[in-house]
């Protein structure tokens, strides 16, 4: 209870601007919260459809795995089912990677979203906490001159406790929301990172495919050179 009184007592010092900064900082969780509960989402809805895709996957029955994705949400399956699409209508690998990427290009704005926003909240608080520094050192400077002496003392404590209780919070704010925002980036790099490996991945298996079909068929025209 005391560390509450405190802390209470502290913001109540710091002055006006320590309002702005509290602001800042329940703006920063409500985005925090939001963006880990939905990238925390995809990743569990990945994880449960790369778990069933990848071992037909790697058998090369594209039509199992067409018919898994047909129906999932999930960031994966998206970017798998536009691979699907292409698979056997077009020869080249190079399209099927060249709209895997441009699926991809519409799931990552999803993933970062909002998130760029928490570093500049950050700055936003250091600032506003600066600001609160130097609007209190103006309280010191003008209780200086214009009181009385003997409460010059006085006064001028007050002023410079409101400076550097406002620095204080506005550093204890931006700190944790720098410190989430490279937590988040990191998280949304690692889904991103999970969809370039799904994508290479399918790649392969279709590469593959298309080899042993090729093969198949060549030991088809040799022996029926041979039995010529």
Known sequence: MEFFYSMVKSFTAGGAFMYPILFV????????????????????????TWSRVEPVLTTGDFDKVRELTSKDESPIARVL?????LEGAVRRRDDVEKAMQESMIEIVPQLEKRTHYLATL?????????????????????AVATVNPAEKANLLSASISEAMNCTAFGLITAVPILVVHAFLQSKTQGLNDGLEA???????????????RAQSRLEIVQKAQSAA
């Not at 089912?81 to 699409?85: H, R």
């Not at 609160?132 to 003008?142: C, E, N, P, Q, Y």
């Open 198 to 212: 799904a994508a290479i991945r399918f790649l392969n298996a279709l590469a593959a495919r298309q080899a042993a």
């Open 122 to 142: 950050a700055n936003v608080a250091t600032l506003l906490g600066l600001l609160g520094t130097v609007s209190g050192l103006i309280h010191a400077f003008a």
């Open 25 to 48: 900082g329940a703006i920063a969780i409500a985005i925090t919260i939001e963006r880990y509960i939905t990238l925390a989402r995809m990743s569990n809805r990945n994880q449960r």
């Open 81 to 85: 089912s536009m691979g699907l699409a």
